[in-house]
């Protein structure tokens, strides 16, 4: 009896753990759905895989939280975020629809999940169940081989057969076999001719400039900018300084001073010929 009442009584410390972390779990999980960078998106799961296994270890499921932490939270979504960090990935390439029907597909497999989801938690709430002394009568460990192998066995097998075919279909998606020969750089070169591009290396930052600021594009010799100079994404951002109109004064003062020391020099020779 003192049993059953335990099980079904929920303390202080549980209470506010489960309001306080669960609100911050659900707010994980809206950002990870609504954050417009990939890389946003993946901290927010993160910290979400990470107060599940709170939630695990706080309930007795202590292999399930360590697994949480160190396979899901640790290595899996690591890698996500690492890949994620070092290949890039935009908004425009997020919202571009390769498969046509895939968000009405999408949206029905969420549909479904959410169905399933409701239908657990009911059935966890209406039936009866046995505690955490009595399923870890024998260790938390061999109580969820027991079950994994025994009446779960089926949908165990059918997670991992699930986990290898996506694991081959995505490396099967990145593979790309080369159907023509790799251009050599003299064909490079000769294709940059035909086309006329910019043949000589692209002028550094700041060139003809009075500082190398990635900011500030290089100035020709006649004083105008040279976009060149500046990362496309700088451009792109407006955060280029235009330093146009200076540079051209200066140069006019330039041009102004060496004709008036070119005038005293031809008119101090001109006097000394006289004599």
């Known amino acids: 009896m003192t049993q059953q009442l335990a099980a079904y009584t929920t303390s202080t410390g549980e ?5 306080v972390l669960g609100t911050v779990a659900v707010i994980g999980a809206l950002c990870t759905v609504f954050m417009k960078k990939a890389v946003h998106s993946a901290l927010c799961l993160a910290g979400t895989m990470i107060i599940l296994a709170v939630f695990y270890l706080a309930n007795g499921a202590y292999f399930l939280g ?28 997020s919202l571009k629809e390769t498969i ?12 479904g999940f959410g169905i399933l989801l409701v239908g657990g938690i009911g ?14 009568s024998g260790g938390n460990v061999e109580g969820l081989a027991a079950l994994i192998f025994t009446d779960y066995v089926f949908a165990f097998e059918l997670t991992g057969a699930l986990l ?3 694991a081959v279909g995505a490396m099967v998606l990145t593979h790309r076999e080369r159907t023509e ?12 001719v035909r086309e006329g591009k910019h043949l000589p290396p692209l002028p550094a930052p700041g060139v003809y400039a009075r500082h190398n600021a990635v900011d500030i594009a290089g100035l020709l010799p006649d004083g105008t900018p040279s976009e060149l100079t500046v990362s496309k994404t700088l ?6 300084r235009d330093v146009s109109t200076e540079a051209l004064s200066d140069l006019k003062a330039l041009e102004q001073r060496a004709e008036d020391r ?13 004599k």
């Open 181 to 192: 020969r790799a251009k050599t750089q003299r064909e490079l070169a000769e294709q940059r």
């Open 262 to 274: 070119l005038e005293r020099t031809n008119s101090g020779n001109s006097g000394e010929a006289s």
């Open 164 to 166: 290898i075919t996506a």
């Open 235 to 240: 451009r792109d951002r407006g955060q280029v």
């Open 123 to 136: 059935n966890a709430a209406l039936t009866e169940f046995n505690g955490l002394g009595q399923a870890n």
């Open 66 to 93: 360590v697994v949480q932490i160190v396979v899901y939270t640790g290595a899996i979504m690591m890698l996500f975020l690492f890949v994620v960090m070092l290949v890039g990935v935009t908004a425009a390439d």
């Open 100 to 111: 046509k029907g895939q968000r009405w597909l999408a949206l029905l497999c969420g549909l």
């Open 15 to 19: 209470a506010f753990q489960f309001w």
